[in-house]
T-cell receptor, first 111, second 115 residues
Framework: SQQGEEDPQALSIQEGENATMNCSYK?????LQWYRQNSGRGLVHLIL?????REKHSGRLRVTLDTSKKSSSLLITASRAADTASYFC???????????FGTGTRLTVIP | DAGVIQSPRHEVTEMGQEVTLRCKPI?????LFWYRQTMMRGLELLIY????????DSGMPEDRFSAKMPNASFSTLKIQPSEPRDSAVYFC?????????????FGPGTRLTVL
């Protein structure tokens, strides 16, 4: 399967702490994207990192990619209650023409 | 832009009935995706259109499911006859060019309950 897998499945932290989520995948990729889903809503794109990039930042988000280990991590710094959501990684395979979404990490930020 | 629009937002129907879900992609986007999300199986791609043409329908569960895109601004996903196991949230997404490198923009979803 080309689907990514996030780890952990659920994460609960205090407001102000950092949250780290990991994604592992199995096939070669062209890029990897992270999406957020608030309860009862559609997914929202957060950040895209290409296979030739190792790290990318966007505001409080930091994404790393290690293609040798077929893994990526999403770090949210100084978390806020509004960051409570599910986070999904999606991989664009080199041989595929669409994205494959992982199983998601449910993040709860406690005020 | 209004974003991807889906209707209805909620649908409750009885087993055996026909269900039609609707989607309006973002204007100018060339690709449209239908997904199904359940607790058990997560987010599954059902079908993917590019320039109104179905490119990959390998995720469509069975013949009871069909999808059409008669023009660039409208798509439907039909289930006939519906079954309780079809209960899920169905998302439509669009992207500018499609393909593996493009960002997808999701609609709010249709929560389908089949009794």
């Amino acid at each position: 399967s080309q689907q990514g897998e996030e780890d952990p499945q659920a994460l609960s932290i205090q407001e102000g702490e950092n949250a780290t989520m990991n994604c592992s995948y199995k096939t070669s990729i062209n890029n990897l994207q992270w999406y957020r889903q608030n309860s009862g809503r559609g997914l929202v794109h957060l950040i895209l990192i290409r296979s030739n990039e190792r790290e990318k930042h966007s505001g409080r988000l930091r994404v790393t990619l290690d293609t040798s280990k077929k893994s990526s991590s999403l770090l949210i710094t100084a978390s806020r209650a509004a960051d409570t959501a599910s986070y999904f990684c999606a991989t664009g395979g080199t041989g595929a023409n669409n994205l494959f979404f992982g199983t998601g990490t449910r993040l709860t930020v406690i005020p | 832009d209004a974003g991807v629009i889906q209707s209805p937002r909620h649908e409750v129907t009885e087993m055996g009935q026909e269900v039609t879900l609707r989607c309006k992609p973002i204007s100018g986007h060339n690709s449209l995706f239908w997904y199904r999300q359940t607790m058990m199986r997560g987010l599954e791609l059902l079908i993917y259109f590019n320039n109104n043409v179905p490119i990959d329908d390998s995720g469509m569960p069975e013949d009871r499911f069909s999808a059409k895109m008669p023009n660039a601004s409208f798509s439907t996903l039909k289930i006939q006859p519906s079954e309780p196991r079809d209960s899920a949230v169905y998302f439509c997404a669009s992207s500018l060019y499609g393909g593996r490198t493009d960002t997808q923009y999701f609609g709010p979803g249709t929560r389908l309950t089949v009794l």
